[in-house]
């Protein structure tokens, strides 16, 4: 049996296809295609060593073959494209894909390669290989395909009024809420600050109960008062105390 005739392709495909790696590794990739650009029968010999790397049997190879044959479809210009649509570099997928003991989400990013890269190619007539064998593997393989993608959902007029509408509201209130904090912290900062002997002298607290106080009485005569703002004290001897605290009236 004769071995494969080596180029100067192998040892970096095989680094970007390694099979211990845990994802592609893009500097790897990258330094294929600068390869691929900086040799004239760069293309040529990169697909020679990728057909090599599709025969391996290790399906992680496999697939990391696939995604350096995308990277370089979209880095390396009209010369990988064309052998990439050649007869040799699609045959080659046809085998691994109508190969039984071929991974099935091999099988599957097969087809959604070669359709990327049919419609990629679509408007080269030079390209048309791509497509043939495209429709080829659906015919052989009618039970496979792609991975589903996610459907794009269609937004109507309707749809649009009501965001529109509720992005209104959210302005309106949220205008609303920063009136009602202006208007809050205005009317705090007009409350007169307590005394030292706020909390000590009836008539500079005010009564709160739920009715009118009833005539004749005055704060002299009301035992307990009702906090009506919060009073941090500054001198020794001051009572603390919160809005809405009861405070029993000692004196009056």
Known sequence: MFRAQQNAFDDVVAKATDENLTSENWEYIMDVCD????EDAGAKDAVASMIKRLAHRNANV???????????????????????????FTDALLRLTNDRNTHQQVKTKILERMAEWTEMFAKDPDLGIMEQQYMKLKTQNPNLHPPSKPNKQQI????????EEELQMALALSIKDKASAAHAAAAK????????????SPSSQQPAPSGPV?????????????????????EAGELQFRKGDIIAVLES
Do not use: H, I, W
């Open 35 to 38: 390869k691929v650009t900086s």
């Open 62 to 88: 496999q697939l990391y073959t696939l995604e350096l044959a995308n990277a370089l479809s979209q880095n390396c210009g009209p010369k990988m494209s064309r052998e990439l649509a050649s007869r040799s």
């Open 156 to 163: 109507t007029d309707t749809d649009r009024q009501k965001e």
């Open 189 to 200: 900062s007009k409350v007169p600050k307590p005394t030292p002997s706020s909390a000590q």
């Open 214 to 234: 009833p005539s004749g009485t005055t704060a002299a005569t009301v035992s307990r008062v009702r906090a009506l703002f919060d009073f941090q004290p500054s």
